[in-house]
């Protein structure tokens, strides 16, 4: 079997799939850039060092959107961190309500689906 371009390009996809997905990336990365250009206006340039453990380790575009307005609704930092370490303490406190609701969820729906019986 030869290769050529129009084999290589059918096999891999080049055109119809790699391209595309290289294209949204670029778009992607812009996006954040600028949203990293609010942040650096609003917090200054060392705003990621500043939010340290706040930060996740791979932020997404839709997080560093949301950081950048909520950046501008709360310019001063000193507040504006106190807000966040509260907002990331309540989650932290829901998240273990959330499963035990949904552990009494799964219950309930075993025990109606058994109607009392032991399933063998």
């Given at each position: 079997?030869?290769?050529?371009?129009?084999?290589?390009?059918?096999?891999?996809?080049?055109?119809?799939?790699?391209?595309?997905?290289?294209?949204?990336?670029?778009?992607?990365?812009?996006?954040?850039?600028?949203?990293?250009?609010?942040?650096?206006?609003?917090?200054?340039?060392?705003?990621?060092?500043?939010?340290?453990?706040?930060?996740?380790p791979w932020p997404a575009e839709?997080?560093?959107?949301?950081?950048?307005?909520?950046s501008e609704k709360h310019v001063?930092?000193?507040?504006?961190?106190?807000?966040?370490?509260?907002r990331i303490n309540v989650r932290?406190?829901?998240?273990?309500?959330?499963?035990?609701?949904?552990?009494?969820?799964?219950?309930?729906?075993?025990?109606?689906?058994?109607?009392?019986?032991?399933?063998?």
């Open positions: 079997m030869e290769v050529d371009c129009t084999t290589t390009d059918t096999e891999l996809g080049f055109t119809t799939t790699l391209l595309p997905l290289a294209d949204l990336h670029a778009e992607t990365e812009k996006r954040k850039a600028r949203a990293k250009e609010r942040l650096e206006a609003t917090w200054g340039e060392n705003w990621e060092d500043e939010l340290g453990d706040l930060m996740p839709e997080f560093l959107r949301g950081l950048a307005v909520f001063d930092w000193a507040v504006a961190k106190t807000i966040l370490q509260d932290n406190l829901c998240f273990p309500q959330f499963l035990i609701m949904l552990f009494l969820h799964i219950s309930l729906r075993l025990r109606i689906s058994y109607r009392g019986r032991i399933p063998s």
